[in-house]
């Protein structure tokens, strides 16, 4: 499947792939997409843009991703299940594809009640694996999910998500396994900081034969302070932030918290780049772009490859 990505090409060609992450704005200036992209330009490989993350209306995914087209930058164009019905999602997908957006990932989305329109309707007329077989049929088969043909189908490269953190633990792995039989060609994961659990995880993905069908890119997210850390441990779910890290970062001064994020982070990277199975990282730094290229150079991930 060649869909034109850079992404994929990158990924294809067993280079070390890095991938980053925009939220858009709570509001409609175009400038603000460009300001935070001008961070990530030629030091990641492609650019998630979220999709009304944490259930928190913004600036819609797809225009987002058209902005950072135009900039000259690869989007990873989110689309989350909670908001729309297969319809709109089809629609979507075409639409996306037309604006020149090559690579998709597909979530279910955080749950409404959390964000800021708790009474609003949820759909969720398919799941996230469903979305994912949906998006291979309309490109491999060249069918919408009714079967019909579609004149000229959208060549995505299909990108879901993998917590291998959450409970139960034993059933991470499968789940996994059904979105790569579903059709995923690139698996990002949770940001990881048990790096036990995570090693244990991507063992089993190992064994089971699963990283030879699909690309796994590691995600890392820098904590800016010890409250960060605190936070996340208590209050994020799915999320697994161990003792030691709240423990280095008591270990140093406020001022030097962040620097020392950014350490962790990058030694993460160093391990991730030696182990098997493991095909890029996917750095989330959101709110924080513009500490990226600092995070990139000092984990050696320059210069970027150029397919």
Same mark, same amino acid.
């Given at each position: 499947?060649?869909?034109?990505?850079?992404?994929?090409?990158?990924? &294809?060609?067993?280079?070390?792939?890095?991938?980053?992450?925009?939220?858009? *704005?709570?509001?409609?200036? &175009?400038? !603000?997409? #460009?300001?935070?992209?001008?961070?990530?330009?030629?030091?990641?490989?492609?650019?998630?843009?979220?999709?009304?993350?944490?259930?928190?209306?913004?600036?819609?995914?797809?225009?987002?991703? !058209?902005?950072?087209?135009?900039?000259?930058?690869?989007?990873?164009?989110?689309?989350?299940?909670?908001?729309?019905?297969r319809i709109a999602m089809q629609s979507d997908i075409l639409g996306a594809y037309a604006l020149g957006i090559r690579n998709?990932?597909?979530?279910?989305?955080?749950?409404?009640?959390?964000?800021?329109? *708790?009474?609003?309707?949820?759909?969720?007329?398919?799941?996230?694996?469903?979305?994912?077989?949906?998006?291979?049929?309309?490109?491999?088969?060249?069918?919408?999910?009714?079967?019909?043909?579609?004149?000229?189908?959208?060549?995505?490269?299909?990108?879901?998500?993998?917590?291998?953190?959450?409970?139960?633990?034993?059933?991470?792995?499968?789940?996994?396994?059904?979105?790569?039989?579903?059709?995923?060609?690139?698996?990002? !994961?949770?940001?990881?900081?048990?790096?036990?659990?995570?090693?244990?995880?991507?063992?089993?993905?190992?064994?089971?034969?699963? !990283?030879?069908?699909?690309?796994?890119?590691?995600?890392?997210?820098?904590?800016?302070?010890?409250?960060?850390?605190?936070?996340?441990?208590?209050?994020?779910?799915?999320?697994?932030?161990?003792?030691?890290?709240?423990?280095?970062?008591?270990?140093?001064?406020?001022? #030097?918290?962040?620097?020392?994020?950014?350490?962790?982070?990058?030694?993460?990277?160093?391990?991730?780049?030696?182990?098997?199975?493991?095909?890029?990282?996917?750095?989330?730094?959101?709110?924080?772009?513009?500490?990226? *290229?600092?995070?990139?150079?000092?984990?050696?991930?320059?210069?970027?490859?150029?397919?």
């Amino acid at each position: 499947m060649k869909s034109g990505s850079n992404l994929e090409k990158i990924l &294809a060609e067993g280079k070390f792939a890095v991938t980053g992450e925009l939220g858009p *704005p709570r509001g409609a200036n &175009a400038g !603000t997409i #460009k300001d935070k992209a001008q961070h990530l330009k030629g030091m990641v490989d492609s650019v998630n843009i979220t999709d009304n993350q944490t259930a928190v209306v913004r600036m819609s995914s797809m225009a987002a991703s !058209t902005l950072l087209v135009k900039e000259g930058m690869e989007p990873n164009y989110q689309m989350v299940c909670r908001d729309r019905n297969r319809i709109a999602m089809q629609s979507d997908i075409l639409g996306a594809y037309a604006l020149g957006i090559r690579n998709m990932l597909c979530l279910s989305g955080d749950h409404q009640l959390f964000g800021d329109h *708790p009474k609003s309707r949820k759909v969720f007329d398919i799941d996230s694996i469903q979305l994912v077989s949906m998006v291979k049929k309309m490109r491999d088969e060249g069918k919408f999910l009714n079967g019909e043909e579609i004149a000229d189908p959208p060549r995505m490269f299909i990108g879901a998500a993998a917590n291998p953190f959450g409970e139960p633990y034993e059933f991470r792995v499968h789940r996994l396994a059904k979105k790569i039989e579903a059709g995923a060609d690139f698996i990002q !994961t949770q940001c990881i900081y048990n790096m036990e659990r995570f090693r244990e995880w991507i063992k089993q993905a190992n064994d089971m034969g699963l !990283t030879e069908k699909v690309y796994i890119l590691a995600g890392v997210t820098p904590m800016k302070a010890l409250g960060m850390a605190r936070y996340m441990q208590k209050n994020v779910p799915g999320m697994d932030v161990p003792d030691w890290v709240i423990k280095r970062l008591q270990g140093v001064e406020k001022k #030097k918290q962040a620097g020392e994020g950014i350490a962790i982070c990058c030694e993460q990277i160093e391990e991730f780049r030696e182990m098997k199975g493991v095909a890029g990282v996917h750095l989330m730094a959101i709110e924080w772009e513009h500490r990226v *290229p600092e995070i990139v150079e000092k984990a050696g991930l320059l210069p970027r490859p150029t397919v």
